[in-house]
């Protein structure tokens, strides 16, 4: 190792200021991850006992009309990852569960999707959020006083008068920085990760998790060459200071909050009453299986005595009811597809805002890379909601399909045997992503820290040469 | 040892530190440094004095290419400082007034860590002897230098210096701030190391008496320039200070 960046590694290892740091840092983090595991396991357990509990009172609610049962309904709750008690995402945004009835779709969460203002900020505190907001600090607490303190102390002069060259000495500074950083987090995120493997053990756990480590890592190199950077720009130590922590205040406490507000201004979402309002007016122009004077439906009587080959529906050897229920069925899912589409839609909008303000704000391109991989995120929700939906149109066709060929039309005393219910499909939440999917949906945020990275470790080096230049007079 | 100059030896040899009409004028036309002529060989301790403010360290970070002249030229054992500037402060080794030591390391890490920078690796065995030779015992050189004394950081970077075997060396007024013993013992460590290692050395100080009694010829400056140049040898410290007083005397006046 050059003998430059061991020394300034040792040299800032030693310091009490950065050990407090770095300790407390620890501490709080693996709290926050451990409090996040539990949490996590708790909720796997709290969602299996209610799942059975849904099923049970399902397959309990006795003799029924299938289109009765189709209301009586049934609960779909959300799987927990194994990865969000460290990455929460927007779990809590979008909720745990979800009614599945006939003739309705409703969102995921228990509140109203209308409601959510827009797709930042993550939750807090996560252990990544914790990250996100102190591993700045613990940056700026081992930069800052790199070029600015050690001129100050004269440091710099009697390291310029060693020959060393200029590129040599930057760099072996700011590479002994990033080593301190290293050691300081290494232990913490390799411990957290570990927790997080050994809860839920996979191939595809661990490579997500290594890969948030990475990203968490990136985003430590990019805050500590910023830190460097600062300090080689300035020339006092508490001058480098003052800059560093305005710089962590406005990146990461106030630009998130300025982008998730702009995202929503530029892109907002309908509110509860007109989302439900345009739905209902869809739904309105649409069939309606329990009208019996719609037009539509008069169109699909005719059909299908045509096709049995009978004058009156009473005459069908089935129940024409329960067909009329799934045209309306299928109108209203497209109605509701196309609304709850154009909401996702622009919650995705959203996200790209946020996305682009990632540049500015490389706490966001964290969250995303974390949300991604942790499937937490926007996309992770999306796919979940859509593949409930999926699920409650087959459970009603299902429900549909039992009224259809168990009864005769206008049997409206009909009752299903019990057994039925069982016959219904369960809902099976969908298998996590690959991991290229999931790269390919962090991408953005990989992107934006690996630039951060790239370029604030140009520019601290580049500060670092120049500070070390020789200053001429006129 | 106190009280003896070093030896005047080198006087006639060809200067290993020398200033040819060295200028620096910042923005707004202030000249820190006014064309000072200067030249030191080996084996002469040259005793720069003047009032705060008059360019001695100035003079000496253009002598260690901390700082560009305007004009002039500045060289070390022959090499230009501006031209050649790595090899130039390869011959020339500092001490300044506040020496700057990593305060989360030894005396001994220091001096080490130092010497590897200027590509000469010292043993802690060998560390360990040239921190002895400066005065500084072993259980002291192993502590943090962040309890140490300014007298004790003042050796520390003597033997820094010293660890790179150059053939100059500058200090910038190293016994500010020392209490009289360890001034003494500073001025006695440098006079036997200029007579063992013929060194040139410029030393810039606002001590007369130890100027008198350390170097082999005293300059004073006044405003950039170089007024005042006398031989220390023979002259009585009344001498010196009465010189001293007259010439900045006269920039105040």
């Not at chain 2, 060295?22 to 060989?41: F, H, N, Q, S």
Request: aromatic share 6%; glycine share 10%; hydrophobic share 50%.
């Amino acid at each position: 190792m050059n003998p430059i960046t061991r020394h300034e590694f040792v040299n800032l290892y030693r310091s009490r200021t950065v050990r407090s740091v770095a300790s407390v840092m620890t501490v709080v983090v693996m709290i926050a991850a451990l409090a996040g595991l539990v949490t996590q396991q708790h909720q796997v357990q709290e969602r299996v006992a209610a799942s059975e509990y849904a099923r049970e009172r399902w397959l309990g609610q006795g003799a029924k009309n299938p289109h009765g049962a189709a209301h009586f309904g049934t609960y779909v709750f959300a799987p927990v990852r194994a990865l969000s008690g460290l990455a929460p995402g927007l779990d809590e945004a979008f909720g745990t569960v979800v009614r599945v009835e006939a003739h309705v779709r409703t969102p995921l969460s228990g509140r109203p999707m209308a409601s959510r203002p827009s797709v930042g900020p993550f939750g807090w505190p996560s252990a990544v959020s914790l990250c996100e907001l102190l591993l700045p600090l613990l940056a700026i607490a081992l930069g800052h006083g790199t070029f600015a303190s050690h001129d100050g102390a004269g440091l710099l002069d009697s390291v310029r008068t060693a020959c060393v060259s200029r590129v040599r000495l930057a760099a072996g500074k700011l590479f002994g920085a990033q080593l301190a950083m290293l050691a300081c987090v290494g232990p913490m995120l390799l411990g957290a990760a570990g927790l997080a493997v050994a809860v839920e053990p996979s191939t595809t756990n661990l490579v997500c998790i290594l890969g948030i480590v990475l990203g968490i890592t990136a985003y430590a190199w990019a805050w500590t060459a910023v830190s460097v950077a600062i300090s080689a720009a300035t020339e006092r130590a508490s001058t480098s200071l003052v800059l560093a922590s305005g710089l962590w205040a406005t990146t990461c406490l106030l630009a998130p909050q300025f982008a998730a507000a702009h995202a929503a201004a530029e892109h907002p979402m309908r509110d509860d009453m007109s989302f439900q309002r345009a739905v209902r007016d869809d739904l309105d122009a649409g069939m309606d299986g329990h009208d019996s004077q719609d037009a539509r439906l008069a169109v699909l009587r005719e059909h299908v005595l045509a096709e049995y080959g009978v004058a009156r529906v009473e005459d069908l050897p089935i129940n024409f009811d329960g067909l009329a229920m799934q045209a309306g069925e299928v109108h209203a899912a497209e109605v509701y597809a196309h609304h709850f589409d154009a909401q996702w839609d622009v919650l995705a909008a959203q996200e790209r805002v946020m996305d682009r303000a990632s540049v500015l704000a490389p706490g966001l391109a964290l969250q995303r890379w974390a949300g991604a991989l942790a499937q937490t995120d926007l996309a992770h929700h999306r796919r979940l909601a859509e593949s409930v939906e999926a699920f409650r149109l087959e459970w009603v066709a299902a429900l549909n399909d039992a009224l259809v060929r168990g009864s005769r039309t206008g049997d409206w005393e009909y009752r299903a045997d019990v057994e039925l219910w069982a016959t219904v499909p369960s809902f099976v939440a969908p298998k996590p992503a690959e991991i290229g999917s999931l790269m390919a949906q962090a991408g953005a945020g990989g992107v934006v820290l690996l630039g951060w990275s790239i370029v604030a470790g140009a520019l601290a080096l580049g500060l670092g040469v120049r500070r070390l230049s020789i200053r001429g007079g006129r | 040892m106190t009280g003896d100059r070093a030896s005047p030896q080198g006087v006639g040899e060809a200067p290993v530190l020398h200033a040819m009409g060295l200028t620096l004028e910042y923005p707004g036309g202030k000249r820190a440094v006014d064309g000072l002529e200067l030249a030191i060989p080996a084996g002469m301790v040259f005793g720069l004095l003047g009032a705060n403010g008059a360019g001695k360290t100035t003079t000496i970070k253009l002598l260690l290419g901390l700082l560009a002249p305007t004009s002039g030229r500045a060289l070390v054992a022959g090499k230009d400082v501006a031209r050649s500037p790595a090899e130039a402060r390869r011959q020339c080794a500092y001490v300044p007034e506040l020496v700057a030591l990593y305060e989360n390391f030894s005396g001994l890490e220091n001096l080490r860590y130092f010497a590897a920078l200027a590509d000469q690796p010292i043993s802690q065995d060998a560390a360990i002897e040239q921190l002895r030779g400066v005065g500084l015992g072993p259980d002291v050189a192993r502590q943090r230098t962040r309890r140490y004394s300014k007298g004790m950081r003042q050796k520390v970077g003597l033997a820094i210096a010293l660890a790179r075997n150059t053939r100059a060396l500058l200090l910038d007024e190293p016994l500010s701030g020392l209490d009289p013993k360890a001034a003494h013992d500073f001025c006695d460590t440098l006079s036997a190391v200029v007579e063992r290692c013929r060194m040139a050395v410029l030393m810039a100080t606002h001590d007369i008496f130890r100027a008198r009694s350390t170097c082999t010829r005293v300059g004073i400056m006044r405003a950039g320039r170089l007024i005042e140049e006398v031989p220390a040898a023979g002259l009585a410290a009344e001498e010196l200070e009465s010189l001293y007083l007259r010439t900045v005397g006269e920039a105040s006046a």
